[in-house]
């Protein structure tokens, strides 16, 4: 009995230790990534459920980020197309009155309801490229293991329910997550960071309806060090 704890201690040891490596790699790609010149990325998001078993597929983001991590967006909803600038929490989203500072964009209006415009702009406050928050998600994960050209793991309770926090609207509290659960999965090559994927499900309470989340969110890295970021002069001066 005394040698088969042991031998379970032991394994339990090394896959803890195991998990750790993979993260720490995972951490070392997405620094390699941040410290290119620049890389553009695509971002797609698809649920599953919905209550009916209905599929829902959000329109991609496009982006682009340089060594000065100024980052440019181009996110599709639907028929509508958004361009934006961010720079560490600050930034400019383009409307149809023109380029609007991010905070500008996000003082509420309209009838006291749901604003999409508020929506994005305070969403983008927060917005990190690819490198960053990649980093954070490994921080997020637990067992993480190669799987063939990636890494691959769950992720914590407290990871589902951060990620899920950002469904919350403009100057709401989080939702509340029951049944949260979710996996990861990075991709490598040459060292550096060049896909990430992630599954988040859970029921959370809107206006005292639940919903079902079941969202997988996909994110590529392409055109390292040949990508040309391009901020319009008036999207820059929103910047400060």
């Known amino acids: 009995m005394k040698r088969t704890v042991l031998f379970g201690a032991v394994l339990f040891c ?4 195991l998990g750790a490596d993979a993260a720490s790699e995972i951490k070392a790609a997405a620094k390699k990534l941040a410290d290119k ?6 971002t797609t998001s698809e649920s599953a459920g919905g209550g009916g078993g209905n599929r829902g597929r959000m329109g ?11 980052i440019q967006l181009t996110m599709t909803r639907g028929d509508n197309t958004t361009e ?7 930034g400019a989203i383009k409307t ?17 309801g749901f604003n999409p415009r508020q929506f994005m702009a305070r969403t983008l406050q927060n917005y990190k490229a690819p490198a960053v928050e990649a980093e954070d998600l490994a921080g997020k994960a637990k067992d993480l293991k190669k799987d063939g050209e990636a890494y691959a793991g769950d992720l914590t309770v407290e990871g589902v329910k951060s990620l899920l926090g950002r469904f919350r609207r403009p100057g709401g509290d989080a939702p509340e997550v029951e049944n949260p659960k979710g996996t990861i999965k990075f991709w490598v090559k040459d ?27 996909t994110v590529e890295i392409k055109d390292v060090g040949t990508t040309k970021v391009n901020v319009p002069e008036e999207a820059k001066k929103k910047l400060g």
């Open 37 to 42: 010149a620049n890389y553009s990325w695509k």
């Open 191 to 217: 060292g550096a960071l060049s896909k990430y994927e992630y599954n988040v499900q859970g029921k959370m309470t809107f206006n005292n309806n639940d919903v079902d989340v079941n969202r997988t969110t």
């Open 60 to 70: 991609p983001t496009e982006g682009k980020v340089d060594k000065d991590g100024i």
């Open 84 to 90: 934006a600038v961010v720079k560490s929490g600050k």
């Open 96 to 112: 149809e009155e023109g380029w609007k500072s991010l905070s500008e964009a996000a003082e509420s209006g309209g009838d006291g």
């Open 14 to 17: 090394t896959g803890s230790l």
